[in-house]
C-alpha cells in the first residue's frame, strides 16, 4: 500500500511516496519556486532527475509530481490509482482539531477558517489539498498537523496572561509547533526506555528549533507559542523577547508591525547575532578561527536550550531522559556539549567524548552507564509519522 506525503509551502512542494507494508521510501523529491520563473522538480526515485517545468501554482506542481511518480523511466508505481491516500502536513489545528483527521469539504472549511493563525503557512497548505483533491479523486486526504500533539498541555501552560475574552475570541494562546517530529521522538523514547511512564526533554533542533516536556508520552508544555516566533534562540527568529523591544525597534528604525514582525522572523537569531549566517556548520566553523560573534551565538543558542530543560524538568517533576533531534540536535556536538556542560545536578553523567563522534543517523546514547537520566541522539522521521496517521485514517 503507497503513501503520498505531502508538505506544501509558499513556494515549494516536498513530497515522499511511502510503501507502507515495511514503510520503505519509494521516491521524494521537491518542487521549488513555485508561481515563479525558473520552477524546477527535483525526484529522486529509481533515479534522481531534475524536470525544469512551468509551476503557476500548486496543481501544476502536484501533477509534475505524480507524472515522475509514474514516468516509465524513473517512475516507480504503475499508476496513480496505486496511491491509496495522501497525507497533508498542515501548520495549524487551532483549538479545532486535537488529532489528524480525514479530509472532507467540511474539514477543509474549517482549516480554511484557521488561516489567521498562520498566514503564511496556511494558504499553501490548503492549495496543496485542494491540488491533491482534484488530480487524484480516488485517493483519501489526511490532515495531519503541526499542533495537534501540543494539545494535551494543560491551560495553565498554553494560556497567555491577557484578558480571557480575547483568548477566547481570538484564540491567542500558546499552541507549539513540530509536533510530528515530537511525537516520533516521544514513540522512540517509549521503545528505548522499554516502558509506558516517563518523563522526556524532547530537543527539537533546527534552523526553527522547539523543546517539550513529555510525560508518559503526551506533552505538557512545548517552547514555541500563538507562532514559531516565540521561545529558543533560532536560525533566523529571535526567540522569547521582551515585548516592549517591538516598540522601541519600530520608534527607533521607523519600521512599521509588519516590518518588525519580519525583523525578528528573518533578520534575527543567530543569523543577526553572528552576522554570517543561519547555518550551524558555517558557525561552528567561525568559532573554531575564534570568531568572537560566532561563538556568541553559539553560546546563546546552547544557553536557551540548557535554560529550557531545567524548567522543564521542573514542570516533569523530574526527568528520565533528554533526547536531541533535527538536523543541529543530531550533528552539531559543540551545541550538544554547551546545553549538557552544568546539568550534572539533575542526574545527567554526560559521556563528552562520545559526543564528540557519535554514529550518524542511528539512534546513540551519549550518557554514562552511572548517568541516572540518560542522554540520545534519535533521528526524527516526521513524514513516517505522517504516513502512519493517514493510514491509521485512511
Known amino acids: 500500500m503507497e503513501i503520498l506525503v505531502v508538505n506544501a509551502g509558499s513556494s515549494s512542494l516536498k513530497y515522499q511516496l511511502i510503501e507502507m507494508k515495511n514503510e520503505s521510501v519509494l521516491a521524494k523529491g521537491v518542487c521549488e519556486r513555485i508561481g515563479q520563473e525558473h520552477s524546477v522538480l527535483v ?3 529509481i533515479k534522481e532527475v531534475r524536470i525544469e517545468a512551468p509551476m503557476p501554482t500548486h496543481s501544476e506542481a502536484i501533477k509534475l509530481v505524480l507524472d515522475a511518480l509514474v514516468h516509465k523511466d524513473y517512475g516507480v508505481i504503475k499508476s496513480m490509482t496505486d496511491i491509496t491516500a495522501v497525507g497533508h502536513r498542515v501548520l495549524h489545528g487551532g483549538e479545532d482539531f486535537k488529532e489528524s483527521v480525514k479530509i472532507d469539504d467540511e474539514v477543509l472549511k474549517r482549516i480554511e477558517s484557521n488561516i489567521d493563525l498562520g498566514p ?3 494558504p499553501p497548505n490548503i492549495m496543496g489539498i485542494k491540488a491533491c483533491r482534484e488530480a487524484m479523486p480516488h485517493a483519501s486526504q489526511v490532515a495531519v498537523f ?4 501540543h494539545s494535551t498541555m494543560p491551560d495553565y501552560a498554553y494560556m497567555y496572561a491577557i484578558p480571557y475574552d480575547d483568548y477566547k475570541k481570538y484564540k491567542i494562546r500558546k499552541y507549539g509547533f513540530h509536533g510530528t517530529s515530537h511525537l516520533f521522538i516521544a514513540g522512540e523514547v517509549k521503545k528505548l526506555l522499554k516502558k509506558d511512564s516517563f518523563k522526556a526533554v524532547i530537543c527539537h533542533l533546527g534552523n526553527g528549533a522547539s523543546v517539550s516536556a513529555v510525560k508518559d508520552g503526551k506533552c505538557i508544555d512545548t517552547s514555541m507559542g500563538l ?8 536560525g533566523t527568529r529571535s526567540g522569547d523577547i521582551d515585548p516592549a523591544v517591538i516598540e522601541y525597534l519600530m520608534d527607533k528604525k521607523g519600521m512599521d508591525i509588519h516590518e518588525a514582525t519580519n525583523y525578528l522572523n528573518k533578520k534575527s537569531g543567530v543569523l543577526g547575532v553572528s552576522g554570517i ?10 568559532l573554531a578561527k575564534g570568531d568572537e560573534r560566532a561563538r556568541l551565538a553559539v553560546d546563546m543558542f546552547s544557553y536557551r536550550v540548557k535554560k ?4 522543564y524538568s521542573a514542570a516533569l517533576g523530574g526527568l528520565d531522559c533528554v533526547v536531541f533531534t533535527g538536523g543541529i540536535g543530531e550533528h552539531t556536538p559543540e551545541v550538544r556539549e554547551r546545553v549538557m556542560r552544568g546539568l550534572e ?5 554526560f559521556d563528552f567524548e562520545a559526543n564528540k563522534n557519535p554514529e550518524r543517523g542511528s539512534c546513540t546514547k551519549l550518557s554514562k552507564n552511572s548517568s541516572k537520566v540518560g542522554v540520545y541522539i534519535v533521528p526524527t522521521n516526521e513524514e513516517l509519522v505522517i504516513a502512519r496517521e493517514t493510514l491509521r485514517l485512511k
Open 277 to 286: 549566517g543561519s547555518d550551524f556548520r558555517d558557525l561552528t566553523a567561525a
Open 308 to 311: 529550557y530543560i531545567g524548567a
Open 146 to 149: 503541526d499542533t495537534t500533539f
Open 43 to 45: 525526484h529522486k526515485g
Open 345 to 349: 545536578y539533575l542526574g545527567i553523567d
Open 120 to 122: 503564511l503557512h496556511m
Open 227 to 234: 507562532t514559531p516566533l516565540e521561545g529558543l534562540v533560532m
